[in-house]
């Protein structure tokens, strides 16, 4: 399972140690407000949109708050001596007067933000600001990670950018930066005078004199039962939604990476061909803090949930002896299951499934190597139908290979399965993707800025054969043919039963139905 990774390492043995302490010491508690920011940005439209250290950022179209459960683990990371606050501004709907004037009341030491393609102008107005401040600006994602030098050149106010595993990294780097401020005697670190400081913090980059820095890598967290719990406490728990769920939810990541070879898939950028498990003992107890904190709406967040059979059935097993009150979702492949695994899940407590089924067509779901067969998809659906478990499925318009053609049968295909939810992509070829470096070589890019980078509101993709404003339509009909039927429709009208979502509903019906319709 960890073959050729590194020795696992212990991070919470650090977590006692002195972190920042020395700042009243040196009477600077005036100067900032808070030691370490970490930030999910305002929205540049007021749509909700996904940022995370795990997935591609992209606007939420089926209105999906996603919970900062990533930014949640890098507060765990520092010492109750630091000062530090999270804030989600998705979540709480922080527009950008509200934020800066967050800013100027906090005066952050350490900015630490998240960063995608599809809001990365609009991410860094918020370096910007921190920087003018005093701030000492870091962004981590599944963007910089790839784009480094690009982001480091174009964006100035951001000082670092974290590459690859963000947790150790940040720690060390927040670490060097503070010994560095207190030999100086200074309220901000002045670490361009003392590069060499810096060089032993692997997985960083930043620019001196104009040129890229960028440090050794940094190897996986082999033993993630290592990490803290994160501090789900400091998020705005009660803001975080989804559609099909009646009261507030949030995410526990169970494991991280996965085998399989997707194309498209940006597992390339973040942990490769490498996968690593939390035990189930330690993933309960991340589930019992969320229960006492007052949320039984979990989803167990993974690039491949299943991946570990053992690990599964033993977390299964835990739900049940414990009575634990939870109703609990997780997305998988429909090549890693099967009628026993999906039987114990229902029975403690899970209720949907979201899988990655992409496309109808069994050539182009090999030429981006899927590796599912089309039957498989249905066989997988069927069982868990069986069991009582709700299926969600997304698809994928516009992969390599893809005609007019098979795009009829994707359509088809999603209309023949037991699906009660669809949502249908166009594709994307995300940096440091193998389908990033297929369109480079090909000339399939059609690109204007880093924000047409989005699943939902553009495509970037343009084939001889096919258009990118093609493909978007195509995505807009599949869209429109699978949900205008009676069983998605009445579907529709029955999750808008619960007073706690029906507001929700409407307006991500209303939204939905413009962009169907080509009004995006």
Wanted: glycine share 6%.
């Amino acid at each position: 399972m960890t073959s050729g990774l590194p020795k696992a390492r212990s991070v919470e043995a650090h977590i006692d140690e002195p972190r920042i302490p020395e700042v009243a010491a040196l009477g600077l508690n005036d100067a900032f407000g808070v030691d370490v920011l970490l930030v999910n940005p305002p929205s540049p439209n007021r749509d909700p949109y996904i940022r995370d250290i795990h997935r591609v950022g992209r606007n939420s179209r089926e209105g999906t708050i996603w919970p900062q459960t990533s930014l949640a683990q890098l507060a765990a990371m520092f010492g109750e001596e630091t000062r530090i606050r999270v804030v989600d501004c998705i979540g709480e709907r922080i527009a950008w007067p509200q934020f800066e004037q967050l800013l100027v009341a906090e005066r952050p030491r350490y900015y630490i933000t998240q960063a995608t393609a599809p809001t990365l102008t609009n991410d860094m107005r918020g370096v910007f600001l921190a920087k003018s401040l005093g701030a000492t600006t870091i962004a981590i994602g599944t963007h910089v990670s790839p784009a480094t030098e690009a982001t480091l050149t174009a964006y100035p106010a951001l000082d670092f950018a974290i590459r690859g595993e963000p947790e150790e990294t940040v720690r060390e780097l927040v670490d060097a930066l503070e010994g560095i401020r207190r030999r100086t005697g200074s309220q901000t670190p002045r670490w361009r005078s003392v590069p060499e400081a810096l060089a032993q913090v692997k997985g960083i980059a930043y620019l001196r004199d104009g040129l890229m820095v960028a440090t050794a890598d940094r190897p996986f967290i082999a033993d993630l039962d290592t990490l803290p719990i994160p501090r789900h406490e400091l998020l705005p728990l009660k803001a975080y939604k989804l559609p099909v769920v009646a009261g507030r939810y949030t995410f526990v990541v169970t494991s991280r990476g996965c085998p399989a070879g997707c194309r498209f898939c940006i597992k390339h950028v973040t942990y490769q061909n490498t996968y690593r498990l939390r035990s189930p003992e330690h993933i309960m107890r991340e589930v019992d803090k969320l229960v006492a904190l007052g949320t039984t709406n979990i989803h167990f967040e993974a690039d491949l949930f299943t991946i570990n059979r053992d690990q599964v059935m033993g977390l299964c097993q835990s739900l049940i002896e414990r009575c634990n009150p939870i109703r609990w979702t997780w997305n998988s492949r429909v090549d890693f299951v099967d009628p026993e695994l999906l039987q114990m899940m229902a029975r403690s407590g899970c209720w949907m499934i979201a899988w990655g089924i992409e496309s109808g067509t069994q050539e182009i779901l090999q030429r981006v190597r899927k590796g599912i067969q089309t039957d498989q998809v249905v066989q997988a659906l069927r069982w868990a139908r069986a069991a009582g478990i709700r299926n969600y499925g997304y698809f994928i318009i516009g992969l390599p290979g893809e005609t007019h053609e098979s795009i009829d049968r994707t359509i088809a295909f999603s209309k023949s399965l037991p699906l009660d939810f669809a949502l249908f992509h166009i594709a994307v070829p995300y940096p440091g993707t193998p389908l990033w470096f297929e369109a480079l070589e090909q000339g399939w890019l059609r690109v204007k800025r880093w924000e047409d980078f989005d699943m939902y509101n553009s495509g970037v993709l343009e084939y001889p054969h096919l258009s990118a404003k093609e493909l978007q339509k195509a995505a807009q009909r599949a869209a429109r043919e699978w949900a205008l039927r009676p069983g998605p429709m009445w579907t529709f009208i029955k999750e808008m039963r619960h007073l706690d979502t029906m507001a929700q509903w409407v307006r991500i019906g209303v939204r939905h139905v413009s962009w169907l319709f080509g009004q995006s």
